[in-house]
């Protein structure tokens, strides 16, 4: 059997930007007119969101924040060194970039030869580059092809459709070379519609504030956890008989302040994240194939389904975690995780 690494981590988007600018989520949150006036300024948050709010608008709690990601990105890449994948699988979600109303799979494996991408202007790095890395379109089509003799009709691409990378994807390859290292692994993007309802409705992204958008304008939901704990599983079982070394990544947050509405898209759902991070970190995989759809939206876990993925896998190759953190916050729009679980 070939040799399989799993990982997961996070592609918190304002970890590419300064420390001064990672609270704009949350200050773009507070603009919302149907806000009770008491949440309106810190005097009426929980208090530990006011300690990590502090005098500076976030700015001291945003230098700690990153300190502790990146501290996990330099452990998942030391991981990656070590281990030497012939390529790396990232689960990643399409948030209205590559598929928009013309076609939005389930799921779909980006088969490329090659990746091209720049990184986004004003960058905590200081310049502006562009990231060329190859694609391994062999092992993507046995992938493909196998998933599919196995009853998942996977779609696949062979060039990008709207966007070149998703920045599920661009941000995983940044962060892992964090410090400029440089990073030479193949990829093979699988994205999955993660945002199923709102993916169209509200093009993947913020809440809108001057309109309400009825059911009837929601799109159909996305995959089931269920059914994608069974990709995830039906993955890593292909793979672990191909002639391939390769490392499984989850790319993705847990719960976002910005799709839970019981909390006025002010701050995740932390309990219900704390939960599932429990239940995968002692390998209760009932608890993550049985989670619904229903339960992800209410509790803003859409980007979740990736790492539904990462559990099937798991529990197909009878993977326990060896290092896992939570990194949780009250203003920093989304807890993150990360998992990393070496080969026996």
């Given at each position: 059997?070939?040799?399989?690494?799993?990982?997961?981590?996070?592609?918190?988007?304002?970890?590419?930007?300064?420390?001064?600018?990672?609270?704009?989520?949350?200050?773009?949150?507070?603009?919302?007119?149907?806000?009770?006036?008491?949440?309106?300024?810190?005097?009426?948050?929980?208090?530990?969101?006011?300690?990590e709010w502090?005098?500076?608008?976030?700015?001291?709690?945003?230098?700690?924040?990153?300190?502790?990601?990146?501290?996990?990105?330099?452990?998942?890449?030391?991981?990656?060194?070590?281990?030497?994948?012939?390529?790396?699988?990232?689960?990643?979600?399409?948030?209205?970039?590559?598929?928009?109303?013309?076609?939005?799979?389930?799921?779909?494996?980006?088969?490329?030869?090659?990746?091209?991408?720049?990184?986004?202007?004003?960058?905590?790095?200081?310049?502006?580059?562009?990231?060329?890395?190859?694609?391994?379109?062999?092992?993507?089509?046995?992938?493909?092809?196998?998933?599919?003799?196995d009853g998942?009709?996977?779609?696949?691409?062979?060039?990008?459709?709207?966007?070149?990378?998703?920045?599920?994807?661009?941000?995983?390859?940044?962060?892992?070379?964090?410090?400029?290292?440089?990073?030479?692994?193949?990829?093979?993007?699988?994205?999955?519609?993660?945002?199923?309802?709102?993916?169209?409705?509200?093009?993947?992204?913020?809440?809108?504030?001057?309109?309400?958008?009825?059911?009837?304008?929601?799109?159909?939901?996305?995959?089931?956890?269920?059914?994608?704990?069974?990709?995830?599983?039906?993955?890593a079982r292909?793979?672990?008989?191909?002639?391939?070394?390769?490392?499984?990544?989850?790319?993705?947050?847990?719960?976002?302040?910005?799709?839970?509405?019981?909390?006025?898209?002010?701050?995740?759902?932390?309990?219900?994240?704390?939960?599932?991070?429990?239940?995968?970190?002692?390998?209760?995989?009932?608890?993550?194939?049985?989670?619904?759809?229903?339960?992800?939206?209410?509790?803003?876990?859409?980007?979740?389904?990736?790492?539904?993925?990462?559990?099937?896998?798991?529990?197909?190759?009878?993977?326990?975690?060896?290092?896992?953190?939570?990194?949780?916050?009250?203003?920093?729009?989304?807890?993150?995780?990360?998992?990393?679980?070496?080969?026996?």
């Open positions: 059997m070939a040799d399989i690494l799993i990982l997961g981590i996070s592609h918190y988007p304002p970890l590419h930007g300064p420390d001064q600018r990672m609270s704009w989520i949350l200050k773009r949150m507070l603009q919302n007119p149907k806000l009770p006036p008491e949440l309106r300024t810190p005097a009426g948050w929980p208090a530990a969101m006011q300690a502090g005098n500076d608008e976030g700015t001291s709690s945003a230098a700690r924040h990153r300190e502790a990601l990146v501290g996990w990105m330099d452990k998942t890449r030391a991981a990656l060194d070590e281990f030497k994948p012939d390529f790396i699988l990232i689960w990643g979600d399409d948030q209205y970039e590559n598929f928009k109303e013309d076609v939005v799979p389930p799921y779909c494996i980006a088969a490329y030869d090659q990746f091209k991408f720049a990184s986004p202007p004003a960058n905590v790095w200081g310049k502006d580059e562009t990231f060329e890395l190859p694609g391994h379109r062999a092992a993507a089509k046995l992938l493909a092809t196998q998933l599919i003799e998942f009709d996977t779609a696949y691409a062979y060039k990008p459709l709207h966007h070149p990378l998703g920045h599920a994807f661009s941000n995983a390859v940044m962060y892992l070379d964090y410090h400029r290292r440089g990073f030479a692994f193949p990829i093979v993007p699988f994205a999955i519609n993660c945002y199923g309802r709102r993916v169209l409705a509200q093009r993947g992204g913020l809440p809108v504030f001057d309109r309400v958008i009825p059911d009837s304008d929601l799109d159909p939901p996305a995959p089931t956890p269920r059914r994608l704990f069974d990709l995830g599983a039906a993955t292909i793979l672990a008989e191909s002639p391939y070394r390769v490392a499984l990544l989850a790319s993705s947050g847990w719960s976002h302040a910005f799709l839970t509405q019981k909390n006025w898209f002010l701050y995740p759902d932390t309990p219900a994240d704390r939960r599932l991070y429990e239940a995968l970190c002692g390998c209760d995989w009932e608890a993550w194939r049985s989670y619904s759809g229903a339960q992800v939206e209410d509790a803003g876990q859409q980007e979740i389904l990736n790492w539904s993925c990462l559990a099937g896998a798991m529990s197909a190759l009878e993977r326990k975690p060896q290092e896992t953190g939570f990194v949780d916050t009250w203003i920093f729009n989304s807890s993150k995780v990360f998992l990393i679980a070496r080969p026996h």
